[in-house]
Nanobody
Framework: QVQLVESGGGLVQAGGSLRLSCAAS????????MGWFRQAPGKEREIVAA????????YYRDSVKGRFTISRDNAKNTMYLQMNSLKPEDTAVYYC????????????????WGQGTQVTVSS
């Protein structure tokens, strides 16, 4: 099993930036495809971005393309999400996830979850 811990969330003004980190322990990160999901109040948890085991393939939901960048450093057992040009609609709890699929695209693809980190974007 792998344990995942997110960090880097916070309050930022619209147009600002945040960098989320997901630190893994228990097993090496390159065992898993990884992804970032988010859940806003009253809404379903949705995929934000995903990355394959080696980092060679990535996926982004349309609303974050060109603004968010997912990356991973398997040597450091850490995954990142650089979020630029943040909008109020990006406000949500962001979750790190790991799974055995080639690339995560939906909740069912994730086998392990972090506890989440709050991102709040003020207008």
């Amino acid at each position: 099993q792998v344990q995942l811990v997110e960090s880097g969330g916070g309050l930022v003004q619209a147009g600002g930036s945040l960098r989320l980190s997901c630190a893994a322990s228990g097993r090496t990160l390159n065992t898993y495809a990884m992804g970032w999901f988010r859940q806003a109040p009253g809404k379903e948890r949705e995929i934000v971005a995903a990355i394959s085991r080696t980092g060679g393939s990535t996926y982004y939901r349309d609303s974050v393309k060109g603004r968010f960048t997912i990356s991973r450093d398997n040597a450091k057992n850490t995954m990142y999400l650089q979020m630029n040009s943040l909008k109020p609609e990006d406000t949500a709890v962001y979750y790190c996830a790991a799974g055995y699929a080639f690339i995560l695209q939906r909740k069912l693809d994730a086998n392990y979850w972090g506890q989440g980190t709050q991102v709040t974007v003020s207008s």
